[in-house]
């Protein structure tokens, strides 16, 4: 067993990502919003880029493909 079969070993990989994942939030243009469980979930179903929505969650820009979007306030 190599070190990399080692390390994804059963569901390592998945529970790692689950905690620390952070939810967010997409705020569309007419104001509504939708709540997805983290970055890289909401970059695969709304068809976007990653790097592009954390810009916007980091600050450096204001609009990604004319979305917005927010980390979830606990």
């Known amino acids: 067993m ?3 079969e080692n390390s994804n070993y059963g569901t390592r990989t998945k529970r790692m990502a689950e905690s620390i994942s952070k939810p967010i939030i997409v ?3 007419d104001n509504t ?11 695969k179903e ?3 880029l ?3 929505i954390a810009n916007v969650l980091k600050g450096n820009r204001n609009t990604h493909h004319g979305l917005r979007f927010e980390y979830v306030k606990e």
């Open 2 to 4: 190599t070190c990399k």
């Open 33 to 43: 919003y939708e709540e997805y469980p983290s970055l890289t979930i909401a970059a």
């Open 27 to 29: 705020i569309y243009r």
């Open 46 to 48: 709304l068809c976007l």
């Open 50 to 52: 990653k790097g592009g």
